[in-house]
């Protein structure tokens, strides 16, 4: 069974302050894909990040960094000195065999100026 | 860069009419197709996989006489939702997948609001 679990449901933090973003997987798959999306009010999904399953290098890309560690299955992630404009729902997502993506239930970021 | 559209982006339409929801590949071609939907406040949950050419395979507790996929093109699906109620009102989104990228990466489109009053 494919299940993605963010157990924060709703984050609020002040402006500057770093904050982790948690993200659990199950999978039976050998080869997956995990992923972060972010989605403002709008709706509309913003790619983040893609990690396939044999590459567990962490990565930073400016405020953003992810950390993979398939021991714990999980995919966590952090921004650094966070804006109003992060406010948002972020979700992770597991992509396996047959392409279909899994969501967690997301996480909604407040950011307080 | 791979752009997935969807029209109409949002629609209010009365209980027990029929609306349609279009989903196009721009710049590439996606063999497969999938529909995804998400209520307010909750996660986005997949609804069906469309093939083109083929029937859709429907997820567990979908109807698939009420949500009808057709995928007669490479790069557009549309989703009709049949006799709507206001239980049907959601977001629903789609995503395509590049048929020429070995990778099978998808690339999600902009959702379609749909309000059944």
């Known amino acids: 069974a494919q299940k993605v679990t963010q157990a924060q449901t709703e984050i609020s933090v002040v402006e500057k302050e770093d904050v982790t973003l948690d993200c659990v997987y199950e999978t039976r798959d050998t080869t997956y894909y995990l992923f972060w999306y972010k989605q403002p009010p709008s709706g509309e999904l913003v790619f983040l990040i893609r990690?396939?399953?044999?590459?567990?290098q962490n990565e930073i890309s400016g405020r953003y960094s992810w950390n993979f560690q398939k021991s714990t299955s999980s995919f966590n992630f952090t921004i650094t000195a966070s804006q109003v404009v992060d406010s948002a729902v972020y979700f992770c997502?597991?992509?396996?065999?047959?392409?279909?993506?899994?969501f967690g239930s997301g996480t909604k970021l407040n950011v307080k100026p | 860069g791979a752009v997935v559209s969807q029209h109409p982006s949002w629609v209010i339409c009365k209980s027990g009419t029929s609306v349609k929801i279009e989903c196009r590949s721009l710049?590439?071609?996606?063999?497969?197709m999938f529909w995804y939907r998400q209520f307010p406040k909750q996660s986005l949950m997949l609804m069906a996989t469309?093939?083109?050419?083929?029937?859709?395979?429907?997820e567990q507790g979908v109807e698939k006489d009420k949500f009808l996929i057709n995928h007669a093109s490479l790069t557009l699906s549309t989703l009709t939702v049949t006799s709507a109620h206001p239980e049907d009102s959601s977001f629903y989104i789609c995503s395509a997948r590049d048929s020429d990228r070995t990778t099978g990466e998808q690339y999600f489109g902009p959702g379609t609001r749909l309000t059944v009053t």
């Open positions: 710049d590439f071609q996606a063999t497969t």
């Open positions: 469309s093939n083109e050419g083929s029937k859709a395979t429907y």
């Open positions: 990690r396939n399953s044999f590459d567990e």
């Open positions: 997502a597991l992509r396996g065999n047959f392409n279909k993506f899994y």
